[in-house]
Nanobody, 123 residues
Framework: QVQLVESGGGLVQAGDSLRLSCAAS????????MGWFRQAPGKGRDFVAT????????DTADSVKGRFTVSRDNAKNTVYLQMNSLKPEDTAVYYC????????????????WGQGTQVTVSS
């Protein structure tokens, strides 16, 4: 079992940057591909980014491509989401999640979830 704890959210202005972190418990972190999802008020949980177990491959949603970067440090059991050029429409609760699949953009493919961290971008 994996427990995930996100951090790094906050209130920023449009154009600013934030880096989210997701710390995982247990010694099996490198056995899981990781993903970031976000959920805005009144909306569903949307895919943001995913990264393979080794970190060699990543994928990001079109809405954040070129602005957000996912990475991981298996020695630290941590996955990151670097968010640059933030926009008001990026405002959401951001969740990290773990999957035994190679990588994925579908929330239902993820087994373990963190509690989320709020990101608010003002215009």
């Amino acid at each position: 079992q994996v427990q995930l704890v996100e951090s790094g959210g906050g209130l920023v202005q449009a154009g600013d940057s934030l880096r989210l972190s997701c710390a995982a418990s247990g010694r099996t972190f490198s056995s899981y591909a990781m993903g970031w999802f976000r959920q805005a008020p009144g909306k569903g949980r949307d895919f943001v980014a995913t990264i393979t177990r080794s970190g060699s491959n990543t994928d990001t949603a079109d809405s954040v491509k070129g602005r957000f970067t996912v990475s991981r440090d298996n020695a630290k059991n941590t996955v990151y989401l670097q968010m640059n050029s933030l926009k008001p429409e990026d405002t959401a609760v951001y969740y990290c999640a773990a999957t035994s699949k190679l990588m994925g953009s579908i929330a239902g493919e993820y087994t373990y979830w963190g509690q989320g961290t709020q990101v608010t971008v003002s215009s």
